[in-house]
C-alpha cells in the first residue's frame, strides 16, 4: 500500500496566529491558534474585544506575538500607552516585563474612587446651577434647555458611578 511519498512525510503546520479573548465572565481568558492569518481575523472580527496576534519570534523559553490591528487592538493598545503616560508624567515607571524584570508597581483604587466622589459631588453643584439659571430665566426655550442639560448631567454621571461602583 502506497500512504503517500514516504520521502517527504507531510509536515504538521505550525500555528502561527492567535487570537485571545476575556469571556463573559471576566475571570476567564480563552485563546485559540491558527495556522491561517484569514481565520484568526475573521474570529478576531467576530469578538470586537479579543486581540489577534501572529507569531513574530520564537526562542526556546520565550515567545514574542506581534498584535495584528482590529478595532479591539487598537483599543487596547491606545489604552496602554494612555496609562504608561500618564504614570511617566506622575514619575512612575511600572511596566514589568514577563520575566519579572522592571520596577513592580502596587494597584490601587483609591485614586479612582476619590475621583469617583469628585464627580458626584460636581454634578451635584452643575446640575443644581443648571437647575437654578433655568428656574430664573423667563424664556421657555432656554428654561427648558437648562432644566434638560441638568437632568442628562445627572442621569449620565450616575449612569456611570453605578457602572463603576464595585471597582
Known amino acids: 500500500m502506497d500512504f503517500g511519498n514516504s520521502r517527504h512525510p507531510s509536515k504538521k503546520k505550525t500555528a502561527t496566529y492567535k487570537v485571545d479573548w476575556i469571556g463573559s465572565d471576566a475571570n476567564y481568558m480563552f485563546s485559540k491558534s491558527f495556522t491561517s492569518g484569514k481565520e484568526a481575523l475573521e474570529l478576531a472580527k467576530k469578538n470586537s474585544e479579543s486581540i489577534a496576534y501572529k507569531l ?31 504614570k511617566k508624567k506622575q514619575g512612575i515607571d511600572s511596566f514589568v516585563n514577563a520575566d519579572g524584570t522592571g520596577d513592580v508597581e502596587v494597584v490601587s483604587t483609591t485614586e479612582f474612587k476619590r475621583n469617583q466622589r469628585v464627580r458626584i459631588l460636581s454634578t451635584v453643584a452643575i446640575s443644581g446651577a443648571l437647575t437654578y ?18 437632568i442628562l448631567n445627572a442621569f449620565f454621571t450616575l449612569k456611570n458611578y453605578q457602572f463603576n461602583k464595585d471597582v
Open 56 to 86: 513574530d519570534e520564537s526562542k526556546k523559553d520565550s515567545v514574542k506575538w506581534k498584535i495584528i490591528p482590529t478595532d479591539g487592538s487598537k483599543e487596547m493598545v491606545k489604552a496602554v500607552k494612555i496609562k504608561r503616560n500618564i
Open 133 to 150: 439659571a433655568g428656574s430664573q430665566t423667563e424664556n421657555k426655550h432656554i428654561k427648558y434647555a437648562f432644566f434638560g442639560l441638568a
